[in-house]
């Protein structure tokens, strides 16, 4: 007696089962499905039928209302968004097999694309990479989607045969294959899914193909459910296999898709997402792409009806969104600390916008339009003491004065040699900002260079640059570092302190074999007298005499001016004057796109951008320990300043440090500002006034009067 259908269907199974991945001496080994036979990819699919045909899987497919088809992944492409003209370009350029990539210029295959070639010396070949993560893709979909134009579905449909039969999966994880790297296969797979459904409508789409391409999915799901990276790369893999499990639930595996997914998902937000709600690898850049695919994964769950217990996933998206509003200028940009190619801020604002609809947050709007719409958050300056990231901030006006101080970890391998690096803006200028990365290719010296102390606004002993990528226990990324600092917020004052003392050395990208390691101890206070001016306290410890260089890495388009005690930079809103308390021991120098050695450089956020900026440098000699007082003292350019400066004074008693801030406008008015701060509560005096305070100051106006601005203990 011939078996039954059903036993033939269980036979099948068990045939199929055997093709599934299988546990090797070295571990876990990938099986492709891309050489089975027909009958045996009909046995990846459950369509409650023993009967499927490929027909009648192709027609499902087709007609199906539920689940819903995802649209493009604005994250990757703007496919969707795009002008049409543009878009037709681009496609236009793909049917003649030119690419352009990463900022690279255009490559032009003549004949079969090459998927391995490579045309940078790059050594991670992350053209070859981008090429193999196919954003291209959408664009050749959306055209034939638009226009009818077949050319486009034909060119599309005929390279990903042509990738997939070129391409395999890798028997294992390798992160050196450029096609098969585990965040691209999960970008592709988030790619490829809306780019599919619209080819489905094509004649040029043939039942051939449909079922190769639905096979690659197959295999890049389980490739993604069998490995795994980690940090920021780790979500982008979850996100592609959640999405394949969600779009295509008719595979077989799709439920343990599902569960791998949502499994790593709930570790990674412990893992990953610090309480205060920044990521752990300490980058602006990589805060806002975590916050992207938080939100990619969030619209799969919504869309597919999958929970996560506790609704974890969208605590922290509220989290994270506090942080990126916080960390915005006045202006409605955003600074571009440590590794991490921003968007526009265009992308970056309606990303914010779309946040705060979903997590029903006014506060995020008001930041999102810069003020035009939500309700004006809460808190003006905050800190967030996971990432050791301390915002001062007058009020939440266009025009108010803001510093950012970076104290916090490391944060891996994207992290600079950043701490202690502050940014500051006033009255809708940037003055001093973080430089950002320029570019990934560690033989470039500008890779050096922008991950050097020597690129930030910090100090430099001897000229050397601090050194934690050196420390094994700083390259690695984890939730849950805090490093001490202060912090103190009120209506007058804000404060904000840290501390480095990892060591500095000159700077180079990998360990060198011979370290000629400094140690040397950094203590930077900031104190902004609100909403005036910012005094900078650096006190400075190393054994013997040596050389301190307060950095100062000014904005693209300012203009730096020597002054009696330190410099001015103009721009065209407002200008901060920079002085010194003790200029007559400083030697100044102001630099500008300078190559020899590498010195005043900024990225503009995009890879291979970079364009000249001021920056200033002041160094001070001294033995063993110095302490070092800056003002910083914006003010528009309608407000002309006689007078800026500052004084390094003795107190009459007791110990602490004790400043003199002088201010002079051209108009006549005047103020003379005593500051003192202390590590410990006992009585000082100065100005015949007696305090236990540990941060106090005076003020003496014009007729004489003295007031308190404030006293804290």
Known sequence: MWPGKR??????????????????????????????????????????????????????????????????????????SCPTPELIDRADRILAHRFQLVDEPEVHFEGAIDWQYDPTSDPRRRWARELNRHRWVPDLAEAFARTGDERYAAKCVAL??????????????????????????????????????????????????QLLILASFHDHARFLNLFKTRDNHLLREINGLAAVASAFPEFCEAAQWKRTALARLGEELEKQINTDGSHIEMSSGYQWM???????????????????????????????????????????????????????????RDQLQQASVRLNRPDLRFVATNGASGEVPSSRSVHFPDAGLSIMRSDHGAAASYLLMKAGPFGGVHGHEDKLAIEAGAYGEVFLVDPGTYTYNATDPYRAYFVSSNAHSTVLVDGKSQIRRWLPECREARAGIREPADWITTDTLDFASGRYE?????????????MNVLGATHCRSVLFVKPSYWLIIDRMTCAGEHAFTRVFQAAPGLTAHEAANGVTLEGSAATLHIRTADASEVALAVESGASEPIRGWVSNGHRNHKVPAPQVSMTSRAVDEATLV??????????????????????????????????????????????????????????????????????????GQVSVLFELQ
């Not at 990892?502 to 011979?514: E, I, L, Q, S």
């Not at 004074?649 to 003199?660: K, S």
């Not at 202390?678 to 003496?700: M, P, V």
Request: proline fraction near 6%; charge should be negative.
């Open 7 to 80: 036993a033939l269907k269980a036979c099948a199974r068990a045939i199929a089962r055997l093709r599934a991945p299988s546990a090797t001496r070295s571990g876990i080994e990938m099986q492709s499905v891309l050489d089975s036979s027909e009958a045996e990819l009909l046995l990846l699919f459950d369509l409650g039928s023993p009967d499927l045909t490929v027909e009648r899987l192709l027609t499902h497919l087709r007609a199906r209302q539920i689940p819903a088809i995802p649209p493009y992944p604005q994250q990757f492409t703007d496919a969707a």
């Open 160 to 209: 990903l045969v042509d990738w997939i039969r070129k391409n395999p999966p890798p028997a294992t994880m390798n992160e050196s294959h450029v096609s098969w790297t585990l965040m691209g296969v999960g970008l592709r797979c988030v790619v490829w899914i809306p780019s599919f459904f619209t080819l489905l409508r094509s004649g040029s789409f043939d039942s051939n193909s």
């Open 290 to 348: 975590v916050a992207e695919e938080l939100d990619a994964v969030y619209d799969t769950l919504e869309r597919s009806a999958w929970t996560v217990p506790g609704d974890a996933l969208k605590r922290a998206l509220q989290a994270i969104y506090t942080v990126l509003a916080g960390m915005a200028r006045p202006n409605g940009t955003w600074p571009l600390l440590g590794d991490g190619f921003m968007y526009s801020t265009a992308s970056l």
């Open 502 to 514: 990892d060591g500095y050395g000159d700077y180079a990208f990998n360990v060198p074999k011979r």
């Open 630 to 703: 800056t003002l910083m003292f914006p003010a528009s350019n309608a407000e002309v300043m006689a007078e800026v400066a500052v004084e390094h004074r003795a107190l009459d008693a007791g110990i602490g440090t004790l400043v003199r801030v002088t201010a002079r406008h051209a108009r006549g008015a005047a103020f003379e500002d005593w500051l003192m701060l202390s590590d410990n509560g006992n009585e000082k005096r100065f100005c015949d006034w007696q305090t236990t305070a540990r941060i106090a100051g005076l003020r003496r106006h014009e007729d």
